[in-house]
C-alpha cells in the first residue's frame, strides 16, 4: 500500500470518446505525475502537476490534459480516445523536490474499442 | 521510444541462482531508479543512485552506476520466488526541475521458480 489511489480500476471506452481518470495522492504530497504504460513497455511520461499547476509535459498530444485540484488530487482526461490509447494509466505523487520518493497507483486499465 | 535499454527482456530462473539485469543508454542521467512492479501495481521504488560509480546493497539486491552515469546493473544473488516481478530502470535528466519526471526503460520480466 502506498497511499495513492486510482480510480476506477478497469475502463473500456469506444474510439472517439472521452475519459477522465483519477488519481488521490499520498498524504503531505503536493506533486502528482501521470505516466502511459502500454502492454510489455516502460511507463512514459506524460505530465506533471506541482501546487495545481503543470510542471512538464511529455511528448503526448493536446488531447491529453489534467487537473489538479487544492486537496492534491488530480485528473487526466483524454479526448477523442484512439485504439493506441490503450493501456495502464499510472499516477503517482511525492512531496516534491529532489530526492523525494514517487509513490505509484496500481493504476486504471483503460481498453479503447 | 525508449531512451534506456533493458536487457534481458526476459529471464527465467531456479531458486537459489544469481541474476543480473542491465540498464543501458547514450544519454547521462543525473540520477537512476530502480523498480519492481508486480501484475496489477504500479512500480515500487528499490533504490535510487546518483553518484557515478555508487553501488548500493540491499539485502541480496546490488545496484551500481555506472561511472559516466549512462548505464546500471542490477545483481540479485540467490534469487528467491519472491523476487518474480517486471524490473524497470528509470532515469532523472536535469536538476530539481526534473524530478519525478522519470524516462522508463521497456523492462525485464523475472521469473523465479521454486
Known amino acids: 500500500e502506498t497511499g495513492v489511489t486510482q480510480s476506477p480500476t478497469h475502463l473500456i471506452k469506444t474510439r472517439g470518446q472521452q475519459v477522465t481518470l483519477r488519481c488521490s495522492s499520498q498524504?503531505?504530497?503536493?506533486?502528482v505525475s501521470w505516466y502511459q504504460q502500454a502492454l510489455g513497455q516502460g511507463p512514459q511520461f506524460i505530465f506533471q502537476y506541482y501546487r495545481e499547476e503543470e510542471n512538464g509535459r511529455g511528448n503526448f498530444p493536446p488531447r491529453f490534459s489534467g487537473l489538479q485540484f487544492p486537496n492534491y488530487s488530480s485528473e487526466l482526461n483524454v479526448n477523442a480516445l484512439e485504439l493506441d490509447d490503450s493501456a495502464l494509466y499510472l499516477c503517482a505523487s511525492t512531496r516534491g523536490g529532489a530526492g523525494e520518493t514517487q509513490y505509484f497507483g496500481p493504476g486504471t486499465r483503460l481498453l479503447v474499442l | 521510444t525508449q531512451l534506456l535499454e533493458q536487457s534481458p527482456q526476459f529471464l527465467s530462473i531456479q531458486e537459489g541462482e544469481n541474476l543480473t539485469v542491465y540498464c543501458n543508454s547514450s544519454s547521462v542521467f543525473s540520477s537512476l531508479q530502480w523498480y519492481r512492479q508486480e501484475p496489477g501495481e504500479g512500480p515500487v521504488l528499490l533504490v535510487t543512485v546518483v553518484t557515478g560509480g555508487e553501488v548500493k546493497k540491499l539485502k541480496r539486491l546490488t545496484f551500481q552506476f555506472g561511472d559516466a552515469r549512462k548505464d546500471s546493473s542490477l545483481h540479485i544473488t540467490a534469487a528467491q520466488p519472491g523476487d518474480t516481478g517486471l524490473y524497470l530502470c528509470a532515469g532523472g535528466v536535469g536538476t530539481t526541475d526534473s524530478w519525478g519526471k522519470l524516462q522508463f526503460g521497456a523492462g525485464t520480466q523475472v521469473v523465479v521458480t521454486p
Open positions: 498524504s503531505g504530497h503536493n506533486t
